[in-house]
């Protein structure tokens, strides 16, 4: 059951890339504050979602399907979950800079585009080294 969970979770969180990236487009390309708000509390939702999908692989999962041969994996996974966070927390700077009069867009944009490279990076892996070996 927790493997279809993870499993489904990385096709949410996965089509989710698209959508996050294609709406940054569209506030940059405006200007506009009020969307980048909006854009704020989705990544607070996601944000929450991704703590939950990590606690899980790492309490539950993990523990259940460490061995020799996928240790290092799964160790590298771990560090990822804490950057990803780290980059979450990093673009709610961000924001919180623009919307206090700041011009950072470009490095807003920079770690936007870290941010889903790192998370797509982050499910493949999971999806097609980790999760097959089980």
Known sequence: MILKDIQEEHK?????????????????????????????????????????????????????????SNELLITNLEKEHMELLNLLEKLDKNIERILNGEYIWAEFRYNIKEFLHTLNDHILKEDYQLLPSI
């Open 12 to 68: 949410k969180h996965g089509n989710l890339i698209p959508k996050i990236e294609n709406l940054f487009n569209e506030i940059r390309r405006n200007l506009d504050l009020k969307k980048l708000e909006d854009f704020k509390k989705i990544l607070k939702d996601l944000k929450i979602e991704l703590k939950e999908h990590f606690f899980k692989e790492e309490s539950k999962l993990f523990p259940k399907i460490i061995n020799k």
